[in-house]
């Protein structure tokens, strides 16, 4: 072969090299575009309906709980249901958090049975451990997934079990 052919197919193999980066970051670039469209879709932020906050208020009205929380509840069950126009239910993410520790405690069983269809081993620990895990969350201020994993484990919830409730690093 002449130096001719050499110098030929060395700058194909660098044209075809610096043809299949740009390919390939395209291709990654487009990946994660559409990955992250699929990730926003799936992590929609939790809004219960008015229809969750009922079940959960006849729930813990069969439970026997604290009055002063199921009217609370009521209330926003109602503003849920008819919203004005434009008004933002103020205490929303606290009642949120109300909810989610009510319905721990109260759903224990039924949420158990939610989450046992992701993780059999969580599920089944919810299902009789739902006031534990409520005991445990109540009080945390900062609701991050480490605060949240810190005082289930720190309340004697399995660290496998306190990951496998929680989201993970990608919601």
């Not at 069969?62 to 126009?85: R, V």
């Amino acid at each position: 072969m002449n130096k001719n052919h050499i110098r030929i197919a060395a700058a194909a193999t660098a044209v075809t090299a610096v043809a299949l980066g740009i390919a390939t970051r395209a291709a990654s670039a487009v990946e994660a575009h559409r990955e992250a469209e699929g990730a926003s879709q799936t992590t929609e932020p939790l809004r219960p309906t008015a229809e969750d906050v009922r079940d959960l208020v006849s729930r813990m009205r069969a439970d026997g709980a604290d009055a002063n929380q199921i009217q609370e509840f009521d209330q926003y069950a109602n503003q849920l249901e008819s919203p004005k126009a434009g008004e933002r239910i103020l205490g929303s993410g606290t009642v949120i958090r109300k909810l989610i520790v009510a319905g721990l405690r109260h759903g224990g069983v039924w949420a158990g049975k939610i989450v046992g269809k992701v993780s059999k081993k969580a599920g089944d620990y919810l299902a009789r451990n739902g006031g534990k895990i409520a005991d445990a969350i109540e009080d945390v201020e900062g609701w991050s997934v480490v605060a949240l994993a810190v005082a289930m484990v720190h309340a004697g919830v399995p660290t496998d079990i306190a990951t496998d409730l929680l989201p993970g690093p990608s919601c």
